[in-house]
Each structure stands twice: as structure tokens, then as C-alpha cells.
């Protein structure tokens, strides 16, 4: 791989990707780069914000609420996990249980419980529970980080 970078004045970023076959490396990266640019509106203290999901660490819904949570913030959104999910298909943030979507690139380390569960820890020392029916989403990804 090959990065080349150039400073252009009163242009906006401009990113150029071109490879020579469109494979699941490929597209995961055009994936993140279109996610930096990917915004969701949520309320702290009475304000609205527009938070940038590279910054978002997880999102839970509790008690028919959405929570963002960042490194040093808790927003609610409107938006429900599922719609969430959906908008975000491809870009590193994956399902981990019923309640909970985690952003990949957030995670730090990951352990095996006893019942065959894993235990994340995201770099802000966060830990969440992934459940058994998502160990696979979360095996699959590790496994192309892998391979890339």
C-alpha cells in the first residue's frame, strides 16, 4: 500500500482511493473514511449536539432511551439501536447485544469469560459484555483485522 498526502489550499479534503481489485479490505476502508464524515445528533444538558461517530466509543438503549457515549460525554438521540445499526452497516460499529452497539475501533482488549461470553474493554477502560448471540460478529472482524 502506497499513501500519498498533499496539502491543498481552499479546497475541502479530498480523498482518493484506487486499488486494483474492490475486495473486503477495500471496501471496509472506503467504509471508515465515509463513517469520519458521519454525524449523529444527540442532547447533553439541555443542548443539542452533532456528535462524529469516530468519536462515539458505544451506543446502549435503556429503558426505550439511545445513549452516545464518547470519552468524556453521554448523549441521548432520537434515533432507536436498530436505525443506528442499519446507518452504520460496514463502518467498524457492530451489535454486541440486544442493547448495545460497539464501535471497533474503540476496543482495547477482549476476554473469554466462563459462559462463553467475552468481556470488551474499550480504550477509555470501559468494560461491556458481549453476548453469545453476537460472538460471531465480533469473531469475524477480528478475524479479517487479522487478514488485512
Request: glycine share 4%.
Amino acid at each position: 500500500m502506497e499513501i500519498k498526502t498533499r496539502q491543498v489550499d481552499d479546497k475541502p479534503l479530498t480523498i482518493i482511493i484506487e486499488y486494483p481489485i474492490l475486495d473486503t479490505k477495500t471496501k471496509r476502508l472506503i467504509k471508515k473514511m465515509e463513517a469520519l464524515d458521519f454525524m449523529v445528533s444527540g442532547n447533553s444538558k439541555g443542548k443539542i449536539f452533532q456528535v462524529h461517530i469516530s468519536d462515539i466509543y458505544y451506543m446502549e438503549s435503556v429503558e426505550r432511551k439511545t445513549f452516545l457515549y464518547t470519552k468524556d460525554e453521554i448523549y441521548m438521540t432520537d434515533k432507536k439501536l436498530y436505525e443506528l445499526e442499519e446507518m452504520l452497516r460496514g463502518t467498524g460499529i457492530i451489535r454486541i447485544s440486544k442493547s448495545c452497539l460497539m464501535n471497533m475501533d474503540m476496543l482495547y482488549s477482549i476476554r473469554q469469560l466462563m459462559n462463553s461470553q467475552l468481556e470488551a474493554t474499550l480504550l477509555n477502560g470501559e468494560k461491556l459484555i458481549v453476548a453469545r448471540t453476537y460472538l460471531k460478529n465480533i469473531k469475524n472482524i477480528l478475524k479479517e483485522d487479522v487478514r488485512c
